[in-house]
């Protein structure tokens, strides 16, 4: 059965990096898209950004355009965000997540086309 594990979270200060890691181990894993959401406590999960497994092409949203790097290892069957110069607003679970179903772009959007999810890890920036 697969899995997707995340690590890589905890506490830092406003400025400063995390790079989160999802793992996915269990079974063959042949995805069409990966991505990476938060979530704050009362609000929906926000897509951070994704990336195509086979071509590499990625997304990333506004908020977090030129700060954060989406990238896999296929290798390892690994996804990883790079966090740089981190916001207080980036406090959030961060969930790393697995669409197996061709989207009509070449990532996949919106949470409910993902129905592989890791447990979550904690990022907390500090002002």
């Known amino acids: 059965q697969l899995q997707l594990v995340e690590s890589g979270g905890g506490l830092v200060q406003a400025g400063g990096s995390l790079r989160l890691s999802c793992a996915a181990s269990g079974d063959t894993f042949s995805p069409y898209a990966l991505g990476w959401f938060r979530q704050t406590p009362g609000k929906e999960r926000e897509l951070v950004a994704a990336i195509s497994w086979i071509g590499g092409g990625t997304y990333d949203a506004d908020s977090v355009k030129g700060r954060f790097t989406i990238s896999r290892d296929s290798a390892k069957n690994t996804l990883y965000l790079q966090m740089n110069s981190l916001e207080p607003e980036g406090t959030a679970v961060y969930y790393c997540?697995?669409?197996?179903?061709?989207?009509?772009?070449?990532?996949?959007?919106?949470?409910?086309?993902?129905?592989?999810w890791g447990q979550g890890t904690q990022v907390t920036v500090s002002s």
């Open positions: 997540a697995a669409s197996f179903h061709m989207c009509s772009g070449y990532v996949c959007y919106e949470s409910e086309h993902y129905p592989l």
